[in-house]
């Protein structure tokens, strides 16, 4: 298999049904992800990222085009795509620890005993740095616990691809940046595949190894592919003042002004 063409957008169309007749939000959007890559979509609000992302994990079907993952069309949701979303959707009267054994459960509830998934369960906590508060509930631990929780959970179904949809965009700058340096630090350990939505262009370079640039909707499409030419294992200090990061923001920000002037502030 060509590791180039591990997933697959092709010519992916979305339109919607409304009172003044279909309203394309998606059109004709194509681009590539490699095994072990991450990448960024970026554009303005409503240019269709969660959309394409959903049609990606199979919880929207496209109205032309399609994604193929390892050679297989993607026609519905399934483990092997696993979604961590900006909310952290954890279950209110589960422990952290129960929120992750429940996925794990529902996946491995045939091929692992209960010892096997215990352990699995734990291990996933501990990727996170969240063992020792695997019996809190959500309500008991911090917004940034609580999506590393969520993390967890979808790296415990050992998905071929973790989908993001703004995953730090509901926490403060802090916290957003110990869970970004967190991410980093997961997909230097597994190296798993990520797609990952965001508005941050910083966030963007930092975590990706490309950006996916839509135009603004309706009837957006990728207006260009940027490579991220930076090292990994990456380190935001040591890129603050790096010449490639900061030429992929300017580049990432000329293509967000072009767009829609007048948000470019």
Known sequence: MNESKFLTVEKVDVTFPTPKGPLTVLESASFEVARGEVVALIGHSGCGKSTLLNVIAGLHTASRGGVILEGREVTAPGPDRAMVFQTHALLPWLSAYDNVRL?????FGKTKTKAERHDWTVQHLELVHMAHAADRKPAEISGGM????????ALAMQPKVLLMDEPFGALDALTRAQLQDA??????SLG???ILVTHDVDEAVLL????????NGPNAHVGEVMSVPLARPRERLAL???AAFTHCRAELLRFLHAAHPAKAA
């Open 183 to 188: 991410l980093l630090e997961l997909h230097a």
């Open 240 to 242: 603050a003042e790096d």
């Open 192 to 194: 798993m595949t990520v």
């Open 208 to 215: 990706s190894d490309k950006v996916v640039m839509l135009t």
């Open 103 to 107: 996925a794990v459960d529902r996946v």
């Open 146 to 153: 609580r999506q590393r929780v969520g993390i967890a959970r």
